[in-house]
């Protein structure tokens, strides 16, 4: 199924549209299986950026992270076949997630 958005094509997936509230199971085992994401304080879902990519890009568009973190963002993006950009003012956070993308490329 698709939508037409001027001239842009969104697919739209088959869980369908998605309202304002979107759920996810949270907490240090349902977030990532990566145990080096785990020297960051903040982690988010990797299912909710998943979702947000896939919601907002198509494969091959460029996804940017100006507060990237322990890399969640730029790991999904690599995995959804966008390019990406991820950028931290913390040197140990930027190693962290260079570390998580090497090895989803892996």
């Known amino acids: 199924m698709t939508h037409q958005n001027d001239k842009s094509r969104i697919e739209v997936q088959p869980f369908g549209m998605r309202f304002n509230i979107w759920r996810y199971i949270t907490g240090r085992g349902n977030t990532t299986k990566d145990a080096i994401a785990f020297e960051h304080p903040a982690l988010f879902p990797?299912?909710?950026v998943q979702d947000h990519i896939l919601s907002w890009s198509n494969e091959g568009d460029i996804v940017l992270d100006p507060m990237n973190g322990a890399?969640?963002?730029?790991?999904?993006a690599y995995l959804l076949n966008r390019k990406y950009i991820g950028i931290d003012i913390s040197e140990k956070y930027c190693e962290i997630a260079r570390k998580r993308l090497l090895s989803a490329k892996k």
Request: aromatic letters at 0%; a positive charge.
């Open 71 to 76: 890399g969640t963002t730029t790991k999904m």
């Open 46 to 48: 990797e299912k909710l």
